[in-house]
């Protein structure tokens, strides 16, 4: 028998699809114990003997011998060299790719990422001001594929919002680099490069090493043991968000051709096992065509044994009541990736308000947000998009209030502050504010 893929199918009429619904949604963010005390020791070491404990590492885990940790950085000539070895087919794309991705964080960034202030009548000044990390470190994932898409999607929002220096690491097995990497980090505007992956780089970037600058944020996903380390650092650094397995959401009316929306379920499930695919339908006879097209087309695809075991393990195939009953699971479910198969999109988008990006239409695939058509592919995972958001200029921005009081305005805020303050024992507090009640003594000039 060939390689199948079966997605489990349920129905929202049935009496046991809340059981089996939320068995098959089920994933632990938890970390093996084990791990987590791997990671905890990388960490640990890291801090401690910086470059040397990066080094060893990176020999154990990636078999790439090197004399010192210098000769594992990527220099701007090697990124150059890089991008111009390109196809030109390739290297064109990429250019493509990066230039919308910088146009909509561009824009995001006019709409949002702009200091302000006002005036009070008194003259006392309120207001915000927006000013870009200094350092910021990317990881990008090296290990089972390489992901030149995830150099833009995290060194390009960074650009725009003004961060001074972008360090990337990434993950180099057997000391192999990929032109495709090296090319989208020459035009993203990476300044440093470090051919280094996993806890240990994490640490490097946490707590700085002789080599390897200490940063103030870090972003980009990664496989168990980055995202543990990730979580272990946060405080010490600022992180964008721990990231689970990959997931894509098909609320689909049976308009859009079964084939499309079948690979659009493959693409995210052949990211890996965990991934997730999920389809809900109304129609039952669609769900049939749907699943016709997956044994069709499973038996073409390189990572057809990925596809496959995803697909079965954590795959559904789901029949609605209707397309409003459809929205609301989505709801509940809060996926990644929400795919809008349908021929009317902007009528159900309204209905929609927990995903981390939404794709409207059917030429609409997952898989052009992932790499070409502009916003971030840095997306909140396992539920988290019902209060988290896409990775963008705002991540590598930081807000400081602004505050100025005028004299005339320290009146009434001095005697609103000191009653509070007094209501909670805090004297000194109280004082503090009394003190610049009429009368106000002369400011003496500063010399």
């Keep these: 028998m060939g390689l199948k893929a079966k997605p489990l199918q349920l129905n929202t009429a049935d009496a046991g699809f809340e059981a089996a619904f939320a068995a098959r949604l089920h994933w632990s963010a938890e970390t093996d114990a084990a791990i987590e005390q791997r990671v905890a020791d990388i960490l640990a070491d890291v801090q401690k003997r910086g470059d040397a404990a990066v080094l060893d590492y990176t020999q154990r885990f ?13 220099t701007q000539a090697e990124l150059q060299a890089a991008l111009d ?4 087919a390739q290297r064109e794309a990429l250019q493509a790719a990066a230039a919308r991705v910088r146009k909509y964080h561009e824009a995001q960034k006019k709409a949002s990422g702009e200091s302000w202030s006002y005036r009070d009548e008194d003259g006392t000044l309120l207001g915000q001001k927006v000013t870009p990390l200094d350092r910021v470190g990317i990881y990008v994932p090296g290990g089972k594929a390489a ?5 833009l999607m995290n060194a390009i929002p960074a650009h725009v919002a003004g ?4 360090v990337m690491v990434v993950p180099t097995p057997q000391g192999v680099r990929n032109p495709l990497v090296l090319a989208a980090a020459c035009v993203a505007g990476v300044s440093r490069a470090f051919t280094v992956g996993g806890a240990q780089a994490v640490g490097a970037l946490a707590y700085g090493t002789a080599t390897i600058p200490k940063v103030d944020k870090i972003t980009g996903p990664g496989n168990a043991y980055v995202a ?21 959401l098909v609320l689909a009316d049976g308009t859009t051709p079964a084939e499309w929306v079948a690979m ?8 890996d096992e965990l991934a997730q695919s999920i389809l809900l339908c109304p129609d039952a006879a669609y769900i049939a065509e749907v699943q016709a097209a997956i044994d069709r087309l499973l038996p073409e695809m390189p990572r057809r044994e990925i596809i496959a075991k995803s697909l079965s393990d954590r795959g559904a195939l789901i029949l609605t009541r209707n397309m409003e009953e459809a929205c609301a699971i989505s709801n509940r479910i809060a996926p990644e990736h929400l795919e809008v198969s349908s021929s009317e999109p902007h009528r159900w988008e309204p209905l929609l308000r927990h995903a981390g990006a939404i794709f409207l239409g059917a030429f609409t695939s997952e898989s052009l947000g992932d790499y070409c058509a502009g916003p971030n592919h840095v997306l909140p995972t396992s539920g988290t998009a019902r209060f988290s ?7 590598f921005q930081k807000r400081s209030s602004l505050i100025e009081v005028s004299e005339a305005g320290a009146q009434p805020l001095g005697r609103i502050a000191a009653e509070l303050a007094y209501g909670e024992g805090l004297q000194a507090h109280a004082r503090a504010a009394e003190l610049r009640l009429n009368p106000v003594p002369t400011m003496r000039d500063s010399k």
């Design 62 to 74: 990636d078999g790439l011998q090197a004399a010192d940790v210098k000769t594992l950085e990527i």
């Design 85 to 88: 070895s390109l196809p030109a």
């Design 147 to 151: 992901y030149p898409s995830s150099v």
């Design 163 to 166: 961060v001074q220096e972008i």
């Design 228 to 248: 543990s380390a990730k979580k272990r650092v946060f405080g010490t650094v600022g992180i964008d968000m721990i990231a689970g397995p990959s997931e894509i």
């Design 264 to 271: 659009d379920l493959f693409s995210q499930a052949e990211h």
């Design 389 to 395: 958001s896409p990775l963008g200029v705002y991540d």
